[in-house]
C-alpha cells in the first residue's frame, strides 16, 4: 500500500483545513485508517483513526469535536477535515494504514503534509 498525503497549508486560528490521503493498490477497503501527526522534538502522536467500512472513528481528546476522518473506498481516499484550528495544531501530518483497528498501530506510512496554525 502506498498513501500520499496532502492539502497542509498555513491558515489562521479559527479556520479550517482539509487534507486527503490517497491510497494506491486494490485492496485499499482492507486497511483501517488513521492520522497521526508530529511536531519537532515531540513524537508522533495518534490523531484519528476509521473503520473499514467508514462507520466506525475514534480521536484523540485534543481533536475531538472539531476534527472528523472520513474515508471514501471507491475513490481510495481518506480524508481529515479540521475545523477550529488552534496554534497548537500546527505539526506534520502524517496518514496511515493498519489492519488493527484499536488500537490503531500503523503498518503503512505515507509522506507528512505540514499544517501551520498562525495566530
Known amino acids: 500500500v502506498q498513501l500520499q498525503a496532502s492539502g497542509g497549508g498555513l491558515v489562521q486560528a479559527g479556520g479550517s483545513l482539509r487534507l486527503s490521503c490517497a491510497a494506491s493498490?486494490?485492496?485499499?477497503?482492507?486497511?483501517?485508517r488513521g492520522w497521526f501527526r508530529q511536531t519537532p522534538g515531540k513524537e508522533r502522536e495518534f490523531v484519528a483513526a476509521?473503520?473499514?467500512?467508514?462507520?466506525?472513528?475514534y480521536y484523540a481528546d485534543s481533536v475531538t469535536g472539531r476534527f472528523t476522518i472520513s474515508r471514501n473506498n471507491a475513490e481510495n481516499t481518506v480524508y481529515l477535515q479540521m475545523n477550529s484550528l488552534k496554534t497548537e495544531d500546527t505539526a506534520v501530518y502524517y496518514c496511515a494504514a493498519s489492519t488493527v483497528y484499536r488500537p490503531f498501530v500503523p503498518e503503512y506510512w505515507g509522506q507528512g503534509t505540514l499544517v501551520t496554525v498562525s495566530s
Open positions: 476509521i473503520d473499514r467500512s467508514g462507520v466506525s472513528t
Open positions: 493498490g486494490r485492496t485499499f477497503s482492507r486497511y483501517i
